[in-house]
């Protein structure tokens, strides 16, 4: 069977119940019915995330502000860098949530019972180091994770979450660096 037979008589079409459906409820913005029941489970991994996002944000401006010795400018400039970048993924987040009709959770009572990722306190050079690769690698992880799970249950959080993938992945990747010098 070639593939132009395997085809025939399948035709690419739109399910129109579904367009009827999203005429209605215009209320909840871009949230349509074909969101289906996946919407809450989605805002419940974004919350976590954000509160991993705001973890990690505070763990890099102590680890910025705290760190000392010969190699730390360069390494407490990266710090820095990687604070200000996990707050643009931060941002990201909590715009993603309100999009979906939730409410993100900045709530310092429960950030670091919902976060992925540790706080650190660590006061030695390699120590700060290995502390944020870890955290950068368990980000790295739980990213993967909300990808496979939201699969095409969201195309649109989907793709944030592989951007942001890709940064932690490159953090992950600069901290190694830094560790093996």
Known sequence: MTSKQSHEGQRLVLDQS????????????????GYGPWRDDIVKLLNDALATELV?????????????GVSSPAIADEFLVHANEESAHADLI???????GGEPDFSPNSLLERSHADYDASKELQAMVR???????????????????????????????????????????????????
């Not at 990690?56 to 000392?68: D, N, P, Q, V």
């Open 56 to 68: 990690c944000i505070l763990r890099y401006k102590r680890h910025y502000f705290t760190a000392s």
């Open 131 to 181: 502390a944020n690769l870890v955290a950068e690698r368990i980000a790295v992880e739980s990213y993967r994770q909300m990808i496979s799970l939201i699969g095409d249950k969201d195309p649109t959080t989907r793709r944030m979450l592989e951007q942001i993938l890709s940064d932690e992945e490159e953090h992950a990747n600069e901290l190694s660096d830094w560790l093996s010098r």
């Open 18 to 33: 579904a367009l009827d459906a999203a005429a209605k409820q215009i209320d909840k913005g871009a949230v349509t019915p």
């Open 94 to 100: 909590a715009e993603r949530i309100v999009q979906l």
